[in-house]
């Protein structure tokens, strides 16, 4: 990251999630640590999850002295192992963007900013009956708010990619428990031909289709929350509407 404009934006969106500056900050990939350079200013404290061992002991001596402690890790199995009060920050690598969206689904954090590629944030962000609304956009729907911010050119990056990117905000709607380990697989059997009839589809991926009128509705048409009572109604889910 090497736009200031775009750190700033990040630390605009965290201060909207935090005001004060109060909480703790768990940034994933902080790579060199230009981001983590202004993040340790508006945050009581930062815990960075880096993989590449050429960057933990430079990122070490770079915020010694610093409230800002560097694990070396995979930064995603530690998502869900960290306490709900903390906000998630990433400059989000490419590949592993998904992986990533659904640690967080499944973890107790309650809120995050991500810098992701423009298309998956429009897919994240997507209304049902778009073309972008697909499996992810439900399942990431159904738990979290997605509000897509600032759009950013390639030129914002080094080394730069082929894409545009873009600021993600996602805020808890809902908790994730261990009775809805089967919704995601619902969602990719339903999903897999998304302009299939819903009520068709249901038979296929859950062996039923529910009481009431589907009135022809496409899988694509159907929005996160209903989805998850479709879940909990045709195979027996924790779908807690909580």
Not at 206 to 219: I, T, Y
């Amino acid at each position: 990251m090497v736009d200031c404009r775009l750190a700033l934006e990040v630390l605009e969106r965290l201060g909207e999630l935090c005001p004060g500056g109060e909480c703790c900050v768990y940034e994933l990939g902080p790579g060199l640590g230009s981001l983590t350079l202004f993040l340790k200013g508006r945050s009581k404290y930062v815990l960075c999850a880096e993989i590449d061992a050429r960057f933990v002991d430079y990122l070490r001596k770079r915020f010694s002295g610093d409230l800002v402690d560097v694990v070396a890790s995979d930064g995603i199995p530690l998502v869900r192992s960290l306490r709900g009060d903390c906000v998630m920050v990433s400059n989000t690598p490419y590949v592993v963007s998904s992986r990533v969206v659904v640690a967080l689904v499944k973890s107790s954090i309650r809120s995050a900013v991500l810098v992701l590629q423009d298309d998956v944030a429009r897919k994240l962000a997507a209304a049902p009956g778009t073309r972008e609304y697909g499996r992810i956009s439900a399942f990431v729907q159904t738990f979290m708010k997605v509000r897509v911010c600032g759009r950013y050119p390639p030129g914002s990056f080094r080394p730069r990619p082929k894409v545009w990117s873009a600021v993600v905000v996602l805020e808890r709607r809902r908790e994730w428990s261990e009775g809805l380990r089967g919704y995601e697989e619902f969602l990719k059997c339903l999903f897999s031909q998304r302009k299939r009839v819903l009520s068709r589809r249901l038979k296929e991926c859950a062996g039923r289709v529910p009481e009431g009128d589907l009135s022809g509705m496409r899988v694509f048409n159907a929005g996160p929350d209903h989805l998850l009572q479709l879940y909990a109604v045709t195979l027996g889910g924790d779908g807690t509407l909580g």
